[in-house]
């Protein structure tokens, strides 16, 4: 991997990318993976399909990894508007997942049995992505406790 930045992060982390390809990161990753993982906040723009996914996705994971949680409790959130980008990002989030095991994500939507989504999270979720709404939705139930949560991302914060 030609990055200097990709040989920085994880093996598996480094084994995933590899495996979808990705041997140089892209500009909006190269300026917001190092802020994101000493803990900074961070807002950023960037045109549609210029990787900002990953740009949040990998210190998220990179920071759970660096963890290892024991149980399944929520680590991070992401927010996103739409049912189909939280279906996305849950695919890119497994992507990177997909050389470690022991890691788990939920996608909280709407469009879906809320009591099959109740059952389905009460197994524990690393990650959670959701809507808006959906969250709230379980907030009130108190099916989704983010007190462990450390980290948060707003996948197109000016669309919520």
């Known amino acids: ?7 920085s992060l994880s093996a598996p982390t480094q ?18 993976i190092p802020d ?7 807002l950023a723009q960037a045109p549609t399909g210029s990787g900002k996914t990953f740009a949040y996705l990998i210190p998220v994971v990179e920071q ?16 996103v508007p739409t ?3 939280a279906l996305q990002v849950a695919q890119a989030a497994r ?10 994500t939920a996608v909280l939507v709407g469009g879906t049995d ?3 989504q109740v ?5 524990g979720a690393d990650i959670v992505i959701g809507t808006p709404a959906r969250i709230l939705d379980h907030l009130r139930r108190h099916t989704f406790k983010p007190k462990l949560c450390r980290m948060l991302a707003l996948d197109e914060a000016d669309e919520m």
């Open 15 to 32: 084994n995933a990318l590899a495996r979808l390809q990705i041997s140089e990161l892209s500009e909006i990753q190269k300026r917001c």
């Open 1 to 7: 991997m030609s990055d200097h930045l990709i040989s």
């Open 83 to 85: 049912r189909e980008l």
């Open 36 to 42: 994101a993982m000493q803990g900074k906040d961070i």
């Open 114 to 116: 809320m009591n099959l």
């Open 95 to 104: 992507s990177l997942l997909s050389t470690r095991e022991g890691f788990r």
């Open 64 to 79: 759970l990894i660096a963890e290892k949680p024991q149980k399944h409790l929520p680590q991070a959130l992401i927010l």
């Open 119 to 123: 059952r389905t999270f009460s197994r």
